[in-house]
């Protein structure tokens, strides 16, 4: 799970059963205290591997919207919730926007990737040895190293976490303001691995397609959802033309519009062998 | 949990906000006390294990 704290921005990714809704009315209480005013709010997520084990408010998509509407306050008037489908009925994109009629979207894009099914011998470089006596820190460093996590964006600068047994998070600070984050859990049956990054329209669009296919190298998933929040049509049209190379193909593709987010367009991908 | 499985798929929330404050918006949220982060992160049921920052913004790995 990953936090992101900006001056005027902050962003939580949290998996397991943690209940992440119930950080929004203390984040408001803290930034109303500094002269802070919150101005649009956008909540996503995927389809749950393991939906009857979430707690409330997290137990479907519906509480959900209930608890963030009650938890936002009236001036963001624009609110929009939307569950986008795919071709798989378990993969389904869930979205959540609201925002005051000031608010505009930037020219930053985000890129949400959820890759299930991944293979198997590179799963298994997120396993601690047996009797290695490595902090998650030092275990960390060594995953980024050996599965080529290190290798996505080499420049940046990387704070890594490896779990005991298993499991591992990354954070990676690339060019002054940007963020990429990973999470894996690699165990087989129901291991999952999440890549996300965000970039600017104005950046060179090859950027996001070799560092896309550098994450997903890494895993060699055999199902994956690509869901990418943008104002503008550029980037998520590479998307498909990053993946297919890879032996990925796409199966489904949806877009909504939401106020002050853009447009969001949601891909999923499988191995051509399914 | 069910069965034995960890549930990977994750969350994700993203709030902005403003300020009329030049001098408050310049660091806003990063003036935010590690204990007052800790607050909120235990109300989600998450702790940092691991942080990293630059002049732009604060990067955290938590638990879980």
């Known amino acids: 799970s990953s936090l992101f704290v900006y001056p005027t921005k902050i962003i939580i990714k949290t998996c397991g059963t943690t209940q992440l809704l119930k950080s929004i009315r203390p984040l408001l209480h803290y930034a109303r205290h500094l002269g802070l005013t919150l101005c649009s709010c956008r909540y996503t997520r995927g389809s749950f591997i393991f939906p009857k084990a979430q707690p409330f408010p997290h137990t479907t998509f519906k509480e959900e919207v209930i608890c963030l509407e009650e938890s936002l306050p009236t001036n963001l008037c624009r609110r929009k919730a939307s569950v986008m489908p795919s071709k798989t009925p378990s993969h389904s994109w869930h979205v959540f926007t609201a925002s005051d009629d000031a608010h505009l979207p930037g020219v930053l894009y985000t890129l949400e990737v959820c890759m299930t099914e991944l293979d198997r011998v590179l799963a298994r470089k997120f396993f601690q040895r047996p009797g290695d006596e490595k902090t998650g820190d030092t275990a960390g460093k060594e995953m980024t190293q050996l599965t080529g996590i290190g290798d996505i964006n080499p420049g940046a600068l990387i704070c890594d976490f490896a779990f005991d047994p298993c499991g591992y998070s990354m954070n990676g600070i690339i060019d002054g303001d940007r963020y990429s984050t990973i999470h894996v859990t690699p165990e087989d049956g129901y291991s999952y691995a999440s890549f996300e990054c965000v970039g600017s329209i104005y950046d060179d669009h090859d950027d996001v397609v070799q560092i896309l296919k550098k994450a997903v190298q890494v895993f060699r998933p055999a199902t994956m959802s690509v869901s990418t929040t943008c104002t503008s049509h550029e980037v998520w049209t590479r998307v498909a033309g990053a993946l297919e190379p890879l032996g990925l193909k796409c199966r489904s593709c949806a877009m909504d519009e939401f106020p002050a987010a853009g447009s969001v367009v949601f891909q999923t991908f499988t191995t051509r062998r399914k | ?64």
């Open chain 2, 1 to 64: 949990m069910a069965v034995s499985g960890f549930e990977g798929f994750e969350k994700r929330l993203e709030l902005h906000f403003f300020g009329d404050d030049p001098a408050v918006t310049e660091m806003g949220l990063r003036q935010l006390d590690f204990e007052s982060l800790e607050q909120v992160l235990h109300a989600v049921q998450c702790t940092v294990v691991s942080a990293v920052g630059n002049s732009y913004f604060d990067a955290y790995v938590l638990s879980e």
